[in-house]
């Protein structure tokens, strides 16, 4: 199973879980943001543990400006529906994985 398309229609509904979540803030335009999908979808097939999502900033401008998202890709990690970690910038795999597991 690949990282799930978050929309504004099912945000709520995955940010709720109580498993940790990651969110890929991205573009289909966006250079570092194509580098970082393929690993971002390989922890969602290698890690069922956490919710893995992505947001299209061009179809979901709402949620990009409730997080104050500047630049892309940026990745937001949430522990019980409140933000614990943010990143901009293409990270590594494993790069990706810390920031869930600390």
């Known amino acids: 199973m690949s990282a799930m398309h978050v929309t504004k229609e099912n945000f709520a509904e995955i940010t709720a ?3 940790p979540v990651l969110l890929d803030f991205w573009a289909p335009w966006c ?5 970082v999908s393929p690993l ?4 969602a097939d290698e890690h069922a543990e956490y919710v893995i999502g992505k947001v299209n ?12 998202i500047m630049s892309i890709p940026t990745l937001v990690v949430m522990r019980g529906g409140e933000v614990v970690e943010r990143v901009t910038g293409a990270r590594s795999k494993s790069q990706i994985l810390e920031l869930l597991t600390h």
């Open 40 to 43: 971002v979808d390989q922890l």
């Open 17 to 19: 879980s109580e498993k």
């Open 31 to 35: 250079g570092p943001c194509r580098m």
């Open 57 to 68: 900033v061009d179809e979901e401008g709402e949620l990009a400006q409730q997080f104050g």
